[in-house]
C-alpha cells in the first residue's frame, strides 16, 4: 500500500510538472506571436525605416529662396553659395577633443560650438551640424590643413541671401535659422532645425513662397555609418520669384539722400494713382548680409543695445505725431494755380 500510494504521487507530481511546462512553452509561444505581430505589423514601418537607414542615409539639400524683383525686373534681392563648416557626431569617437580642436584651428568661441550642439541634440546623429556658417578663405585653409585633426567636421556650399549694397534693410528684412519657439507655430510645420526661414519684412511676410522645396542627397553607408557611394539625388526645388512694386532707383535716392543729409528717418513714397508703395525707407538700419551669414552675439547685443535703434522700422513702428501732411496737398495746389512762389512762406503758431 505504501509503495502503490508513493508511486501514484509520484506519477501525479511528473503530470503537475508536465502541466506546468506546457502551460510556460504555452506562454513562450504566445509571447513570441506576439512580438513577432509587433515587429513585423505594428511598427513595421518604424523598424523599415530604421533598417533603411543602416545602409541608406538621406542628408537635405538647401533649396535657394526666391529672387526679389523692382517694378521695372531689376534684381533686389538674390543668392550666394557660401561653405559651412558642420560636425557629424557619429563620425566622431572623441567629440569634446574635435570641438577643442575645431576652437582652436579655426579661431571660434568653444561654448558657442556647444550651445549649437546641445540645440540640436535630439536630431540623428549622421545629420550634420552647421558650427560655421559662412566660413572666410582663411578658416577654410587652416581646417584643410588639420583634416586628420578633425574627424567628422565636414564642409558644404549651401545657397545664401545676398543683398546687394545693403539696400532697403527694413522693407525686405532678414532670414536666419528657425527657433525653437517658430518650430511650434503652425506657419512653420513640417520645417526642422537648421531650417533657414524669414524673420522681418518681405522676407517673413512670403517666406512660405520664397523658401521653395529642399531637396535630398542619398548615400549608401556601412555598418558603421561611413559614407561607401552615392545612391542619387533629388534637387531642391528653387523658391518663387517675386516682383514688388518698389522701383528699385527711387528706393536708392532716397536713402542715399537721407545718408548725405547726415539725418536719420523714414519715408514712404506711394503711387497716389493706385495706392503702390515705390519707396520704404527706415534709418539709421542695418546690414542685413550679416544675419544671411549668421550674424554672431557680439553684433547682434551691439544692434540691440544701440541708442539709435537701428533694427526698429521707423515707417511702421515709430510712434510719431501725424503732422499736418494735409498742408502738402494745399501747397501743391497753390503752386499750380500760382498763387504762391516757391519762396512762399507763412508763419504757423500752431492754433
Known amino acids: 500500500?505504501?509503495?502503490?500510494?508513493?508511486?501514484?504521487?509520484?506519477?501525479?507530481?511528473?503530470?503537475?510538472?508536465?502541466?506546468?511546462?506546457?502551460?510556460?512553452?504555452?506562454?513562450?509561444?504566445?509571447?513570441?506571436?506576439?512580438?513577432?505581430?509587433?515587429?513585423?505589423?505594428?511598427?513595421?514601418?518604424?523598424?523599415r525605416e530604421m533598417a533603411e537607414n543602416n545602409h541608406l542615409r538621406t542628408l537635405p539639400l538647401r533649396a535657394p529662396r526666391g529672387v526679389l524683383y523692382d517694378r521695372d525686373g531689376n534684381v533686389l534681392v538674390e543668392n550666394r553659395y557660401s561653405t559651412k563648416i558642420s560636425i557629424v557626431r557619429e563620425q566622431i569617437q572623441d567629440l569634446d577633443e574635435?570641438?577643442?580642436?575645431?576652437?582652436?584651428?579655426?579661431?571660434?568661441?568653444e561654448q558657442h560650438?556647444?550651445?549649437?550642439?546641445?540645440?540640436r541634440r535630439r536630431e540623428p546623429s549622421y545629420r550634420p551640424i552647421e558650427i560655421i556658417e559662412d566660413a572666410t578663405i582663411d578658416q577654410l585653409a587652416r581646417?584643410?590643413?588639420?583634416?586628420?585633426?578633425?574627424?567628422?567636421?565636414?564642409?558644404?556650399?549651401?545657397?545664401?541671401?545676398?543683398?546687394?549694397?545693403?539696400?532697403?534693410?527694413?522693407?525686405?528684412?532678414?532670414?536666419?535659422?528657425?527657433?525653437?519657439?517658430?518650430?511650434?507655430?503652425?506657419?512653420?510645420?513640417?520645417?526642422?532645425?537648421?531650417?533657414?526661414?524669414?524673420?522681418?519684412?518681405?522676407?517673413?511676410?512670403?517666406?512660405?513662397?520664397l523658401m521653395g522645396r529642399d531637396g535630398n542627397r542619398y548615400v549608401v553607408v556601412n555598418s558603421v555609418g561611413r559614407e561607401i557611394s552615392g545612391a542619387g539625388i533629388e534637387p531642391p526645388t528653387e523658391g518663387r520669384r517675386l516682383q514688388l512694386t518698389i522701383d528699385g532707383d527711387i528706393q536708392r535716392a532716397v536713402e542715399e539722400g537721407?545718408?548725405?543729409?547726415?539725418?536719420?528717418?523714414?519715408?514712404?513714397?506711394?503711387?497716389?494713382r493706385t495706392g503702390e508703395v515705390l519707396s520704404l525707407v527706415s534709418l539709421p538700419?542695418?546690414?542685413?548680409?550679416?544675419?544671411?551669414?549668421?550674424?554672431?552675439?557680439?553684433?547682434?547685443?551691439?544692434?540691440?543695445?544701440?541708442?539709435?535703434?537701428?533694427m526698429q522700422n521707423r515707417a511702421i513702428q515709430g510712434?510719431?505725431?501725424?503732422?499736418?501732411?494735409?498742408?502738402?496737398?494745399?501747397?501743391?495746389?497753390?503752386?499750380?494755380?500760382?498763387?504762391?512762389t516757391p519762396n512762399f512762406k507763412v508763419n504757423c503758431a500752431g492754433g
Open 285 to 310: 538700419a542695418y546690414d542685413p548680409n550679416r544675419f544671411a551669414a549668421g550674424i554672431d552675439r557680439a553684433t547682434w547685443t551691439s544692434l540691440n543695445t544701440d541708442k539709435l535703434h537701428p
Open 98 to 109: 574635435t570641438i577643442r580642436a575645431l576652437v582652436r584651428i579655426a579661431g571660434l568661441n
Open 113 to 119: 560650438v556647444r550651445e549649437a550642439i546641445e540645440r
Open 319 to 340: 510712434t510719431y505725431s501725424p503732422g499736418s501732411t494735409f498742408k502738402i496737398v494745399v501747397a501743391t495746389a497753390a503752386l499750380e494755380e500760382g498763387l504762391v
Open 1 to 47: 500500500m505504501i509503495t502503490t500510494s508513493t508511486q501514484y504521487d509520484n506519477r501525479r507530481t511528473v503530470g503537475v510538472r508536465l502541466s506546468v511546462l506546457q502551460y510556460l512553452v504555452a506562454v513562450c509561444f504566445l509571447a513570441l506571436v506576439v512580438s513577432f505581430w509587433i515587429f513585423q505589423v505594428a511598427e513595421h514601418g518604424k523598424f
Open 143 to 209: 581646417i584643410e590643413a588639420h583634416k586628420l585633426e578633425l574627424p567628422g567636421v565636414v564642409r558644404q556650399d549651401v545657397p545664401t541671401r545676398r543683398y546687394p549694397d545693403a539696400l532697403g534693410a527694413h522693407l525686405f528684412g532678414y532670414v536666419g535659422e528657425i527657433t525653437d519657439a517658430q518650430l511650434d507655430r503652425p506657419e512653420f510645420a513640417g520645417l526642422q532645425s537648421g531650417a533657414v526661414v524669414g524673420q522681418a519684412g518681405v522676407e517673413q511676410a512670403y517666406n512660405r513662397d
Open 258 to 272: 537721407f545718408r548725405a543729409s547726415g539725418f536719420n528717418g523714414a519715408a514712404v513714397i506711394l503711387d497716389p
